[in-house]
């Protein structure tokens, strides 16, 4: 096994955790992932357990160094990337169990609604750090959950000993540091990391939350990504396969791990004109300057989130992937094409898109659990327009491609809404599940008129996670690391030929909005 100096990139996605082997120059040797369950206990409720997360990263650690043939003490540091969920420990610092059942769930997801009145309450007081929401408060973020929880369950909010974001509280198992990350904290906390900002504590006393600083063992300053967090404890060294002789490295929500993995080396270069598009089960869509940019319906302005002398802007749809996932099982004649249904269906709509718009009547409002951004509404809901008594093989080719094309117009819609408030953008750093499909690749393409920029990096989401390991070797500088692997890029221009068909197409995706989007 070689002994040469590696680190571990960690992704805790909504789905699966993953784990990838790098050398020091960026190359993954290795990856390897487990599958996470998932339990939903009532309409808008989505819950995980952190128990189960953790038998999953330690599993996908331990077979990506064997398959990597790295010895234990050649992972020198790692970090995590992972999904904006919600971690709830008692204070005997064990899960503190929402639902019962066979494990303790005790993580509230990303994409759980059930804080939607909560939000509300924190949009109405139109306190200061709405200022960096993008003037709204989502029930994807953390105030409004732990409301909730304060008010439908405070037998429990009384046993809270411990609140993190999900890779806050990786860092927290694996070194036993309660410290922070700047991207999790101004992201999803509203605490605001400007030089005299911090927590507002008018805001907390406004919803009720006075308490919920000391409660949750939130901390007055928040670290930025890529410093040293810790060693391991000799616990989660054995659990993991490592020595305690590996650093942890502060981490970021996946989507900024994505972004770094892909737009952090352009980021000298016209930032302005630049988007990060990670596409999975959702889409996060980052771009970050140096100034402060204020943008409405779009989440940020955060500064350092991304890395230190950047502000970003955050602007997302809360399903993407998922979406086309539940078309696919809403139809039987999903069945029909195979496992790899969504590699049959590009290719097939490929070929139609030859011969033009393969469904010019059938249109889809793709806001199946509300609209994140650009109109931050959560009470919107999903629409099929246009069927007709097709075959039931033929209804499910035009819907699932009004549905492709539906989210790749919601992201032009962030594009525009960014472009009036100080971007410019005209090129999008594409990666995720997305990218790795050829029809989203032509349609991000085609259907934005922008560029797109696909990385050479098999995996950008934990080539961010490895960044940020490698940087706490290199005193945090997380941007200049990532600018010294520079992986090789693909560009892909758009296609002058379908600039009507999208025009039109688009018009017809607005009209679904009821003229919100003009």
């Not at 040797?29 to 128990?51: D, G």
């Not at 927290?172 to 400007?194: H, I, N, Q, Y």
């Not at 779009?298 to 500064?303: E, L, R």
Request: charged residues 20%; glycine residues 10%; hydrophobic residues 40%.
């Amino acid at each position: 096994m070689s002994h040469q100096e590696h680190v571990l990139g960690i992704d805790i996605g909504t789905g699966s955790a993953r784990a990838g082997i790098f050398t020091l120059d960026g190359v993954m040797l290795a990856e390897a992932k487990t599958t996470i369950a998932m339990h939903r206990p009532a309409e808008h409720h989505v819950e995980q357990s952190s128990t189960d997360i953790w038998r999953a990263v330690c599993s996908a650690t331990q077979r990506a160094r064997e398959a990597a043939g790295v010895a234990p003490d050649a992972i020198t540091s790692m970090s995590v990337s992972a999904t904006c969920s919600l971690v709830l420990l008692d204070q005997q610092e064990k899960p503190l169990e929402l639902s019962p059942g066979d494990e303790a769930w005790n993580i509230i997801v990303w994409m759980d609604h059930r804080a939607t009145a909560e939000a509300a309450e924190c949009t109405a007081t139109n306190a200061a750090p709405l200022a960096n929401l993008g003037g709204v408060m989502s029930p994807e973020m953390q105030m409004p959950k732990l409301m909730w929880l304060k008010r439908h369950r405070p037998e429990l909010y009384a046993q809270i000993g411990y609140a993190g974001d999900l890779g806050d509280w990786l860092g927290f198992k694996c070194t036993g540091s309660t410290e922070r990350s700047v991207c999790m904290l101004a992201c999803k906390w509203t605490f605001d990391p400007r030089p005299g900002h911090g927590w507002d504590h008018s805001f907390l006393g406004q919803i009720g939350m006075q308490d919920v600083l000391e409660r949750a063992r939130l901390p007055d300053q928040a670290l930025p990504v890529g410093v040293a967090l810790g060693q391991l404890t000799p616990e989660a060294a054995s659990d993991l396969g490592l020595t305690t002789q590996c650093t942890f490295a502060v981490g970021m929500i996946d989507a900024y791990a994505g972004a770094l993995g892909t737009l952090g080396r352009s980021l000298a270069d016209a930032p302005e004109n630049r988007l990060a598009v990670i596409g999975g089960t959702s889409t996060c869509h980052i771009g970050a300057q140096p100034v402060r940019q204020e943008v409405p319906g779009v989440w940020g302005p955060y500064p350092g989130a991304l890395c230190d002398g950047f502000v970003a802007n955050e602007g997302g749809q809360s399903i993407t992937g998922a979406l086309l996932d539940h078309l696919v099982a809403m139809f039987a004649a999903g069945s029909e094409f195979g496992d790899d249904v969504h590699g049959a269906l590009s290719e097939l709509l490929l070929e139609r898109l030859e011969d033009g718009d393969p469904a010019p009547h059938t249109h889809v409002c793709p806001d199946f659990i509300g609209n994140r951004s650009p109109l931050a509404d959560p009470e919107i809901r999903g629409a099929i327009i246009g069927l007709t008594l097709d075959t039931p093989r033929e209804s499910f080719i035009k819907v699932y491609w009004a549905a492709a094309t539906a989210l790749v117009y919601g992201t032009r819609a962030i594009i525009e809404r960014l472009n009036a408030h100080g971007y410019a953008i005209d090129t999008l750093h594409l990666s995720g599940g997305h990218g790795r499909s050829a029809l989203l690749r032509k349609l991000y393409a085609d259907g934005t008129g922008c560029k797109v920029i696909l990385s050479d990096a098999p995996e950008p989401v934990l080539l961010g996670a490895a960044v940020a390991a490698m940087a706490a070797q290199a005193n945090g500088e997380v941007l200049s690391t990532a600018n010294g692997l520079a992986p090789g890029e693909q560009i892909l221009e758009p296609e002058l030929a379908m600039q009507t068909l999208h025009t039109i197409r688009y018009a017809a995706f607005k009209k679904l909005y009821e003229g919100r989007l003009d």
